[in-house]
């Protein structure tokens, strides 16, 4: 007989010792360690299980550098415009991506759906946490006619493989990587060894057959991919996918992504057909009003190569508690303060004995610095109980001394604006080099707050 092995695991980083520790050395945490039974004597020497029995190995040998051929891997469509702009303009064959996302938000819904309208790529669905009848009423709600659509309902690798080997798909979607346990690892599935053994396996046949592999993963409640840090080291690609439950629209943002960029955003809407992509995200993110209201004003943000029309709201009172209150959504806190210091001592405002709120409308998390002068706008509106006009936009980033600067890519908010009807769009005043001509909206330049307080109020 074998002997039994077992290690502890980190259970924050997934840092591995043949000893228990109080303390990780890897991540620093304090009695996170676990034991886990380990049996790998099996595994030493066998082939990969989606290779066939008599099929000889891989060669590798070392080359060098200018004999590897560079040329760029061609993507294939998804058809689906929001998950193509996230991946970076498609799929990669042969690269594994990884997605995230509270319970219940639409991870499976999404790549369902993902699978069923690739009608002339053979998918494989993997489900470890649903039967084949509840995948089959998913999918008839969401009324798609597949061609080489294939569902396999296991939890074991090695029957996973078996079959992998013979249908031979063009894509792979799990669902879920906790649910998966490797037959060569004795520990319990959605333990972090089994997490990192079944990961490395998909990992290992991605790369050696050039096949596509989604992960759909879960998190923890401090909102952490569940599992190991590596587990997000080993993959191309971290999806996360994010929304409000009080609200139908769901983002779809990279974390990670080896083959593009990471600052890309994907906005899609809950219907009773499915995931709906939303082309026009501007439209929904303006909300319409039938007053003019004060404590409102529109920013014009980038997310990636997209630019985003976002509405601002603050609403400043007197505080009737001994301490004023700072609340936000969407928005830094500490960015807020440091805003209303400026306004401060810059414009002699008196926000110190003030309750302030700030809310992004849509339920949208924006880190784009270009915000700033909108929220600088919707204080001093609420301020003063002065509608700003709803024809105007903001652009700006807003320094310590009160002056607005320069942002990225004005040209492109500047045009997004245009497009969706505003007559009049508040920039810096240091874009004046190099600024395209805009037919049919007003650029007004400003080089502080001031300026922009005394052409508003």
Not at 179 to 203: H, M, V
Not at 297 to 311: S, V, Y
Not at 332 to 354: H, I, N, S, T, W
Not at 407 to 415: C, F, G, M, S, T
Request: with cysteine.
């Amino acid at each position: 007989m074998s002997k039994v092995k077992t290690a502890f695991f980190c259970n924050k980083c997934g840092y591995e010792s043949a000893k228990w520790s109080g303390k990780c050395p890897s991540c620093g945490e304090w009695n996170t360690f676990t034991q886990e039974v380990i049996h790998k004597e099996t595994k030493g020497g066998k082939s990969a299980p989606w290779q066939a029995d008599n099929a000889p190995s891989p060669g590798k040998k070392t080359v060098l550098i200018q004999e590897v051929n560079a040329s760029q891997q061609p993507r294939f469509s998804t058809g689906d415009a929001e998950m193509d702009r996230v991946l970076g303009g498609g799929i990669v064959p042969g690269s594994v991506v990884l997605v995230a996302g509270e319970p219940g938000i639409g991870k499976s819904t999404l790549f369902l759906q993902l699978g069923l309208q690739m009608n002339d790529v053979t998918t494989l669905y993997i489900s470890g946490e649903e039967s084949q009848q509840q995948i089959k009423m998913r999918a008839d709600r969401l009324k798609a006619t597949p061609n080489d659509f294939y569902l396999l309902t296991e939890t074991n690798t090695q029957t996973i493989f078996s079959e992998i080997k013979k249908l031979k798909p063009q894509l792979l979607i799990v669902d879920s990587i906790q649910t998966l346990e490797s037959p060569y690892i004795d520990s319990a599935a959605g333990s972090i060894s089994q997490i990192k053994e079944c990961a490395s396996e998909l990992q290992r046949f991605a790369k050696e057959t050039n096949t596509p592999v989604f992960l759909i993963g879960h998190i923890t409640k401090d909102g952490n991919i569940a599992g190991p840090k590596i587990l997000e080291h080993m993959v191309d690609t971290v999806l996360q996918f994010e929304g409000d439950r009080h609200y139908t629209y769901r983002i779809l943002r990279t974390l990670k992504n080896r083959f593009g960029s990471t600052a890309e955003l994907g906005i899609y809407e809950m219907t009773d057909l499915g995931m709906r992509a939303v082309s026009n995200p501007s439209e929904i993110l303006i909300s319409q009003k039938e007053h003019h209201l004060s404590g409102s004003a529109i920013a014009a943000t980038m997310e990636g190569m997209r630019p985003l029309l976002i509405e601002v709201q603050a609403l400043v009172t007197q505080s009737v508690y001994g301490t004023p209150q700072r609340t936000v959504s969407g928005f830094d806190l500490r960015r807020l303060q440091l805003l209303l210091a400026v306004l401060e001592k810059r414009g002699g405002f008196q926000f110190g004995m003030k309750d302030v709120f700030l809310n992004i409308a849509g339920g949208l998390r924006v880190e784009d610095p270009s915000i700033d002068l909108s929220v600088v706008v919707a204080l001093l509106s609420s301020y003063d109980d002065t509608a700003v006009p709803t024809n105007i936009c903001f652009a700006g980033e807003v320094g310590l001394n009160g002056e607005v600067r320069a942002v990225n890519r004005v040209d492109q908010r500047i045009a997004e604006a245009a497009r969706l009807g505003f007559n009049k769009i508040f920039i810096s005043r240091f874009h004046t080099k190099g600024l395209g001509k805009h037919a049919g909206i007003e650029v007004v330049t400003v080089a502080g707050v001031d300026e922009v307080y005394r052409a508003l109020f």
